[in-house]
């Protein structure tokens, strides 16, 4: 068994269709990501699960809301631009997105160049994705949990035994997460929806 075996919901399981990514399969997908910065080991990280996990709540308290305006991440924004007002969930679709995007790259890294360790893997993801939107007094507290990384062969370690599947399913699911990632930024691009979020 590995770390993979054991999600809820993997990306790769959530179809994309007509250019339209499932909320539901989404949150739980998203939900199945967060549980990888445990395997990180350090409480370093709990600001970016917490953050994260608030974000992914934000969307869900939408989609429970609505289910049915809201089936697709993309009516979900339609559906709150509509509405006006306050857009929750949208923001935190877009600073959830961001996060899923960090942890992208970041996995990314760590596939195409096997002799990084996993603190470099990360600090070079965060100052690719996240730095750029976070304030002077965010960034030290992000910075201190990528140097708090674990070494790389502890960490697949903890994604499973069998380190050839470990890295056979790690891809697919960046792949997956990846598509995804850019899916949801095209949409919140085409229409501006992340403006002054």
Same mark, same amino acid.
């Given at each position: $068994?590995?770390?993979? =075996?054991?999600? &809820?919901?993997?990306? &790769? ?8 990514? %499932? ?19 350090? !409480? ?5 699960? !917490? =953050? ?7 969307? #869900?308290?939408?989609?429970? #809301? ?17 509405? /006006? ?21 970041? $996995? ?5 160049? %096997? +002799?990084? @360790? ?6 070079? #993801?965060? #100052? @690719? ?6 304030? $002077? ?12 990384? %674990? ?8 994604? /499973?035994?069998?380190?050839? &599947? ?11 997460? @990846? ?9 919140? +691009?085409? /229409? ?6």
């Amino acid at each position: $068994m590995t770390f993979f =075996d054991d999600m &809820k919901t993997s990306f &790769k399981d959530v179809e994309i269709q007509d250019n339209e990514i %499932p909320t539901l399969k989404f949150l739980e997908a998203s939900e199945s990501l967060v549980t990888l910065f445990d395997l990180l080991g350090s !409480s370093a990280f709990s600001v970016v699960q !917490s =953050d994260m996990t608030g974000n992914i709540n934000k969307v #869900s308290n939408k989609f429970l #809301s609505d289910p049915e305006g809201c089936a697709t991440l993309q009516k979900l924004i339609l559906t709150e631009v509509k509405e /006006g007002g306050k857009k929750t969930a949208t923001q935190g679709l877009l600073w959830l997105t961001r996060g899923l995007q960090f942890t992208a790259v970041a $996995m990314r890294k760590c596939i195409d160049n %096997p +002799d990084w @360790e996993l603190s470099k893997a990360f600090e070079k #993801s965060y #100052s @690719e994705t996240l730095s750029k939107y976070h304030s $002077m007094l965010v960034k030290p507290i992000f910075k201190l949990a990528m140097k708090a990384c %674990p070494y790389r062969k502890d960490f697949f370690a903890k994604l /499973g035994e069998d380190l050839a &599947k470990v890295n056979e399913q790690l891809l697919q699911w960046v792949v997956a997460l @990846e598509n995804i990632v850019q899916e949801v930024m095209k949409f919140f +691009d085409s /229409g501006n929806y992340g403006k002054g979020l």
